[in-house]
């Protein structure tokens, strides 16, 4: 039956309902109340139904992030405590689990006994929808880090992000998502182990250089043919860097025919790092090749195989190789987040205060010399005044701060640096 042909017999039914009370001081009140009561049953059925086939005909399609919760062992933590203290208990916990979901802008969808299922997406999308989902799963696993009060709770999690079909289901017409994302989300939680936050690989493109990683063995869940790649989420990580993506949002492919160019570069880091030697690696091809790819993948397999490096990144561009330096200041408004946006003092003070944090021993100089190259004038600065109209001068002098600037790094840990399209570097970056 039709939304539409309900609506009509509900309409239908309230002219009759409307009928029999003008019968009233014919048939008596006796007759009429009892024509009544079945009436306004039937009223009430059909209304239910088309609310219900009503917000069935919204399902719609939308991309969001899953995150499962779930208490680790909760039935053999139960098995032999009183059932009252144990719901207290766990009533206690998604009080506050909930709590921290909403904060970080998720939606509670349900509770299932021990486990929640919350959604990031459904109603606004947010660029960072699978951030905030990763960072409320984190303070979820620090608040219960010690249990729930004296009780050792452990909780796992399980994220995964992709499209859903929002609908509604049973007599009460729920809204909730359905799909395979959500159901790989609950397979992910229950290959988590207490304690852990387990996330799909569409999730880790999402969040790629925000948080230390730990890949996994591939992970053979029910229901899927292919083996699913997992990570465990560790921390935050400091000063984080945001994974540019190429392609079409939300479409994750895998890197074909380049396996081994890709273990080409893997192992000269491997080698770079064991011998301290400078390495230069060169990705040349046509255009359409999969050089960027190649750089998209190696920054992918930097995430989750080095927890202690210094990346700086660049890309050149056609439209801007006549701009002196062009792509040295990309390197650096990279890695120190300087927008074209920003004020000349605002850019000033993000590449001070950033080199500052990385290297502190001349760091102002340094700065200052390498900021006036860059076009970010540091002409007050008492280590550019005296040279500023000596271009010669400020050019060697600056390459000289970056080149300390980098080696001082390397003394900590090593230094990664990715340039993209140098074809169209302009000259004075790349001599």
């Known amino acids: 039956m039709s939304a539409k042909s309900l609506h009509e017999l509900i309409a239908d039914i309230k002219k009759a309902i409307e009928a029999q009370e003008g019968m009233r001081s014919i048939l008596g009140d006796s007759v009429v109340g009892t024509t009544l009561a079945v009436l306004h049953d039937q009223l009430n059925e059909l209304e239910r139904q088309a609310t219900y086939q009503d917000v069935a005909n919204q399902a719609r399609r939308k991309l969001v992030t899953v995150l499962f919760a779930d208490v680790s062992g909760f039935t053999a933590f139960s098995e032999n405590r009183d059932a009252e203290d144990v719901t207290n208990l766990v009533n206690r916990l998604w009080i506050r689990a909930d709590w921290i979901i909403q904060e970080y802008g998720g939606h509670i969808d349900k509770h299932i006994g021990d486990a929640v299922m919350a959604l990031w997406g459904t109603e606004t999308a947010r660029e960072d929808d699978a951030e905030r989902a990763v ?93 699913l790649q997992t990570y465990v989420i560790q921390r935050v990580r400091p000063r984080a860097f945001r994974i540019g993506r ?155 701060s970056i080149a300390q600037f980098f080696t001082e790094l390397t003394q900590h840990s090593p230094v990664v640096l990715l340039l993209d399209d140098i074809q169209w570097a302009d000259n004075g970056s790349s001599t």
């Open 246 to 400: 190429r392609g079409v949002e939300g479409v994750t492919t895998r890197m074909v025919g380049r396996e081994t160019e890709f273990q080409t570069i893997r192992s000269a880091l491997e080698q770079c790092t064991i011998n301290g030697h400078v390495t230069v690696v060169v990705v040349k091809g046509e255009a359409g090749l999969g050089k960027s790819r190649l750089i998209y993948e190696f920054e992918a397999w930097l995430d989750s195989h080095l927890t202690e490096f210094y990346l700086f990144k660049g890309r050149a561009d056609e439209e801007t190789m006549s701009l002196p330096y062009r792509l040295l200041r990309d390197v650096f408004c990279d890695r120190f987040q300087i927008r074209d946006s920003d004020t000349q003092a605002e850019a000033r003070g993000k590449l001070m205060r950033g080199m500052a944090v990385m290297t502190e021993v001349g760091s102002e100089e340094r700065a200052s010399l390498i900021g006036e190259l860059l076009g970010f004038d540091f002409s007050k600065s008492i280590f550019v005044r005296g040279i500023r109209k000596d271009a010669r001068q400020i050019r060697d002098r600056s390459f000289n």
């Open 135 to 227: 960072r409320a799963a984190l303070q979820i696993q620090a608040t219960f880090k010690d249990g729930v009060g004296p009780l050792p709770i452990r909780l796992k999690v399980g994220i995964n992000s992709g499209q859903v079909l929002l609908s509604a289901i049973g007599s009460q017409g729920e809204v909730t998502a359905m799909g395979d994302t959500v159901n790989t989300a609950s397979r992910l939680v229950h290959s988590a182990n207490g304690g852990d936050v387990l996330i799909s690989h569409n999730t880790y493109q999402l969040v790629r250089g925000l948080f230390d990683v730990q890949e996994q063995t591939p992970l053979m869940v029910k229901g899927k043919t292919e083996p």
